[in-house]
């Protein structure tokens, strides 16, 4: 059964290259990234590995914890960590997990047998600090993905659990978003005293929440 965004993120115990994972432990409290790669020692995944180990300042800043999962066995993951370093310019600096089995690749449906019966697509999924399915994104294996998209998302998701707002189209940190139908105007007079900009009853715009 496909996992849908608000269901709770399944639990699971995998070895990585940072040791025993017990996910649901492991991310308690934080924000995480779980994205499976197709196989190791091939180019997108490479250069995926390469750029999320770039951004550990910018998951760092938001509270995310990122994990990368294959279904290749852990002594392999050593020397695929040395040729990221060498071509991309960093060391792998999160964990990579080991699903030699394929359960948690099954468990969250990251096999898709009209693409490819034993690799996983490149799924990835946003978890919450309540351990539920905030976003989930998937690219076939020929297509890397697009994580300063995934940081947007980010963004936008701890912005709007926060606050009673959604962002609009192509909307980026810093930007105008938009005032939630369910907030009445008697409501928002009170969390936006300078008011805001009305397009249509169900369109307010209003500066990004600062606090």
Partial sequence: MAILIGDTAPDF????TEGNIHF?????GSWAVLFSHPKNFTPVCTTELGYTAKLKPEFEKRGVKALGLSVDKLEDH???AKDIEETQGTALNFPLLADTKGEVARLYDMIHPNADNTLTVRSLFVIGPDKKVKLKIEYPASTGRNFDEVLRVIDSLQLTAKH???TPVNWKQGEDVIIVPAVSNEAAKAKYPDGWKELKPYLRIVPQPRA
Wanted: avoid cysteine; proline fraction near 0%.
């Fill in 13 to 16: 115990t995998l070895e990585s």
């Fill in 78 to 80: 050593a020397g695929w």
């Fill in 164 to 166: 009673q707002v959604a």
């Fill in 24 to 28: 649901h432990d492991y991310i308690d």
